[in-house]
């Protein structure tokens, strides 16, 4: 009797943001491995990155699958559609700027970035990859501490008191 294997439908959708190959030197010669980076989200406002190495592209992307699951972000959106205010990032040589737009304009963003929002499920925004670093996963971890740093409310202006 043969048992199929049921896998069960993740709520998350997955992008493949690059796949490298990498070589570590040992006394025999050159031994070869495989590195992913992987972006999911649920479209929702949860999205999450993950990186890693396996000897195969397939044993990369499923363990880059599980990182990006454990490293899940909350985006609290504003109408389900943008982000509450402008918001800059920094992560290693990566700087990302994010500013929310009005209805209908789209998401205007390039890169591992597009990537980011799309999977997060932000419709409305205008983003802009400011370092000079082309690595997309410097980009795309930039992205995610944007991310981080919007909090629900807008963020506190000076109070004028009146004496």
Known sequence: MQRKMEQKKSEFDD???EVRRVTRVVAGGKRFSFRATIVIGDR??????????GLDV???????????IKNIVHVELKDKR????DVEAKYSAARVLLKPARPGNGLIAGGSCRAILELAGVKDISAKILGRTTNKLTNAMATIE???KLKKSVPKEKKVINE
Request: aromatic share 4%.
């Open 58 to 68: 397939a044993a990369a992307v499923q363990k880059a699958k599980h990182q990006a």
């Open 82 to 85: 943008t982000i509450i205010y």
């Open 44 to 53: 929702r406002g949860r999205v999450g990155v993950g990186v890693a190495k």
């Open 146 to 148: 944007a991310l981080k």
């Open 15 to 17: 992008k493949v943001l």
